[in-house]
Nanobody, 124 residues
Framework: QVQLVESGGGSVQAGGSLRLSCAASTTFNCMAWFRQPPGKEREGVAAKDIADSTYYSYSVKGRFTISRDNAKNTLYLKMNSLKPEDTAMYYC?????????????????????WGQGTQVTVSS
């Protein structure tokens, strides 16, 4: 059974840092992080494929860094300079169909495997 298991969420003050991890049970061509703030739609944050192409949303570029350890089938998201507006449930997502794409890395419909989510709360 294919699984994605996130960890590393928590509560932090504005300006702080957190690192999220997503352990996958198999290898995926494209893996990504999404987030869903309370009462809002899910949005793509960053994606990285097995060929090392990397994509970020405008709202996190320069503050967040996505990385992956292909030997461990694990995806990471290092989040620095956190802001209260980064508060959300963060989800790991993945698909095998292709490499990540700049045109749809942040579209939920592209991904057919999802983790259960890990909460990130940033206080001012």
């Amino acid at each position: 059974q294919v699984q994605l298991v996130e960890s590393g969420g928590g509560s932090v003050q504005a300006g702080g840092s957190l690192r999220l991890s997503c352990a996958a049970s198999t290898t995926f061509n494209c893996m990504a992080w999404f987030r869903q703030p309370p009462g809002k739609e899910r949005e793509g944050v960053a994606a990285k494929d097995i060929a090392d192409s990397t994509y970020y949303s405008y709202s996190v570029k320069g503050r967040f860094t996505i990385s992956r350890d292909n030997a461990k089938n694990t995806l990471y998201l290092k989040m620095n300079s956190l802001k209260p507006e980064d508060t959300a449930m963060y989800y790991c997502a993945a698909h095998k169909s292709s490499y990540c794409s700049s045109t749809n890395f942040d579209r939920p419909y592209k991904y057919n495997f999802w983790g259960q989510g890990t909460q990130v709360t940033v206080s001012s």
